[in-house]
């Protein structure tokens, strides 16, 4: 009869097989909110970069992403709420600002950036409407898109950085994966701002013809980043490289549909506005499967403990310092 010693000490290590950490309990409220919370920032960065430093022609497009901005953000809170079940536990979490704490700091750097989304969006709506909104014209425009763009990288990318410190191997394996996340907000902002401009009336194809490069470039990035996520994930990355469902969906959706496609389709496909469009929509959707992928891959990759003794065997170069 095999031993509990014999099991552990043996060529299949673990207790027979049964998982040594406890599998993440997160579900579809948190990786939704992981994609409009990415989406948010990075159509507000946009939108700030073209108030900022953008024509009369740019400065119409950013009003369309301010208010794209805070409808994507706006359900945020209601999703974080669902997930950890009662209201008061939301509101417990604003009782301290703790610097050290991911989850603390992104709560934070979630009502700062909403406030900046919101108040931006309020200015935006005296075009949409026609008329002057009460107080918008006090607005600090300029150094709300400031502060909001600072928040808004922040948001892009702290949802990467709170799944790098958990224990759990496809998770924590890799430096990479905040900056994955931040270039996965870019493109996704990029693409959400670029779907609805395309049938705005007012907005010129010369607006529309910058966005393009900024699209290739943030598609590039993100795949670069994905790559090096997986070479330094090593094994742990393989619940989202097989061939199952979380394999299909980062390698066919995330991978295939949200970067490549799009990619080929602005380089080398036809320049007009239904075809950016599509990319668009395809860009969108890989990243919603981007997120939703790497989360379900993490309770995975946390219920095989042979890919938690190796993780704990050979840490990664960040725990080393």
């Known amino acids: 009869m095999e031993t509990r010693d014999s099991a552990v000490d043996g060529p299949e290590r673990g207790y027979y097989g049964l998982p040594v950490l406890k599998p993440p309990v997160w579900q579809w409220e948190i990786w939704s909110y992981f994609f409009l919370g990415g989406l948010s920032a990075g159509t507000f960065l946009v939108a700030s970069l073209a108030r900022l430093f953008g024509d009369e022609d740019d400065r119409r497009g950013s009003q369309v992403g301010y208010l794209l901005s805070v409808a994507a953000i706006l359900p945020c809170p209601l999703l974080l709420i669902k997930d950890l079940g009662r209201s008061s536990r939301f509101l417990n979490m604003l009782r301290i600002v703790k610097p050290s704490s991911p989850m603390s700091m992104g709560i934070w750097g979630l009502i700062a950036f909403s406030v900046c989304s919101v108040l931006s969006a309020w200015r935006a709506l005296d075009a949409v409407i026609g008329r002057p909104l009460p107080l918008s014209r006090a607005l600090p425009e300029r150094l709300v898109a400031l502060v909001g763009s600072a928040a808004a990288i922040f948001i892009g990318g702290y949802t990467g950085v709170l ?36 049938f705005c009336r007012g907005i010129s194809n010369r607006t529309l013809a910058k966005l393009r490069p900024m699209e290739v470039a943030a598609l590039a990035v993100e795949g670069v980043m994905l790559a090096g996520f997986a070479r330094q994930s090593d094994r742990a990355v393989r619940p989202v490289v097989s061939s199952d469902e979380h394999g299909h969906g980062f390698l066919l959706g995330a991978v295939g549909m949200g970067i490549i496609l799009p990619l080929l389709a602005h380089l080398v ?13 395809c860009a969108l959707v890989g990243g919603l499967l981007l997120r939703r992928a790497l989360i379900e891959g993490g309770r995975v990759s946390a219920e095989d403990p042979q890919v938690t003794f190796w993780h704990t065997d050979r840490p990664p170069e960040k725990s080393q310092w």
């Open 163 to 198: 799944l790098s410190v958990t224990s759990v191997p496809l998770w924590s394996r890799s430096v990479l994966l905040g900056p994955t996340f931040l270039a996965a907000a870019f493109s996704s902002g990029l693409a959400a701002l670029g779907l609805a401009l395309a």
């Open 269 to 281: 496909g036809p320049h007009h506005r239904r075809s950016a469009a599509l990319s668009s929509v």
